[in-house]
């Protein structure tokens, strides 16, 4: 049996830490930072009576919330200082080099952002280290909680199941890897209406805020500039009037369907829409649709000891991101025996 919600949250650190830093950091180096990430998280998902009630900010100081928030930022602060410090002496050879050209595919994006910053004095250093936190805060719970969701919901339905691993294994079959590379990912149609469905469903952000520049009129309520609107995505992707029988866990409604989550369609924004919408799209349904697909090539899945598929709590839980409850126990068997 595996935790299979750990399993890929996991991943999906190790993922967007190699792509962001690289991977010649030290165990102890990336578990210090992903400590620190941790601890930030927590601490954004605590209800602040400031953001909801502005002239109530100052029990956010007197009950240590603020504080909190201010040590924890410190300390992430230092650790990108110290991060970007390493990165810059180890790269300086090469910017200095005559050939450093031709070593461009092998850097990763802090190595990316700070030759940008050479060329671009507004690009500071607290812009870089304000990118690499929004990498890491909105890329791995986030893409983590839709193919947790993904994955228990194929679980749940096993003719779903079965369909989505015939198609992965017929599109991958006779690759000498055993595994699913990107390639391929295109002519998998039905796994990308699984990963749609599964944003329908379940955005992993429940709630978007956006703040008007000017006087604006909404359902009859007038809103002066600034103030905070909530969008609930959650209600809107499952609003009946929108959606056919939106309760239910369909893939095959996207199937020849020009509705898309670009943020064009407003009955569909997983990630948003205009300027502020997610900037990660592409990046975030690349390992999403990656992944699942490897998931679903490698191994059969059933619930220990038999247990049925019907008895598998599907309650979400409180947070930044829409997460499951409890988490996902499995029994992976594996399809090829050559995997690896």
């Not at 059933?302 to 409890?326: C, K, V």
Request: net charge negative; proline share 5%.
């Amino acid at each position: 049996m595996v935790n299979l919600t750990e399993t890929l949250l996991n991943t999906l650190n190790a993922i967007i830490f190699r792509c962001s830093l690289g991977d010649n950091f030290s165990k102890e180096y990336t578990e210090r930072f992903l400590g620190l990430l941790q601890k930030a998280n927590s601490l954004i998902e605590l209800f602040s009576l400031g953001d909801f009630f502005p002239w109530l900010k100052w029990l956010d100081y007197v009950n240590g919330y603020d504080a909190k928030l201010r040590k924890t930022a410190q300390e992430l602060d230092i650790f990108f200082n110290q991060i970007i410090d390493d990165r810059i002496c180890m790269n300086s050879q090469l910017y200095n080099s005559d050939d450093h050209h031709g070593k461009e595919e092998k850097r990763n994006f802090l190595d990316i952002l700070l030759h940008a910053g050479k060329n671009n004095l507004s690009f500071t250093r607290e812009c870089m280290k304000g990118i690499i936190m929004d990498m890491f805060v909105g890329g791995v719970d986030t893409s983590a909680t839709v193919l947790d969701w993904a994955m228990a919901e194929l679980i749940k339905n096993p003719k779903l199941m079965k369909k989505a691993q015939e198609e992965v294994r017929r599109v991958a079959a006779g690759n000498k890897t055993n595994k699913v590379g990107e390639h391929v990912i295109n002519q998998m149609d039905y796994l990308k209406c699984i990963v749609k469905e599964t944003l329908r469903m379940h955005p992993p952000i429940p709630t978007l805020s956006r703040k008007p520049s000017a006087d604006a009129k909404i359902g009859g309520y007038d809103l002066p500039p600034n103030v905070d609107v909530f969008l609930n995505v959650w209600t809107v992707q499952r609003d009946s009037k929108l959606w056919d029988k939106p309760e239910e866990f369909r893939p095959e409604r996207f199937i020849d369907n020009p509705i898309d989550f670009k943020g064009q369609c407003f009955q569909f924004i997983p990630f948003g829409s205009g300027r502020r919408g997610c900037p990660g799209i592409s990046f975030g349904i690349a390992v999403v649709e990656l992944i699942l697909a490897n998931l679903l090539y490698a191994f059969d899945w059933e619930f220990p000891g038999g247990a049925s598929s019907e008895e598998l709590d599907m309650a979400e839980t409180y947070g930044i991101t829409t997460t499951r409850r409890t988490p996902l126990r499995v029994v992976p068997t594996p399809f090829c025996a050559t995997f690896s």
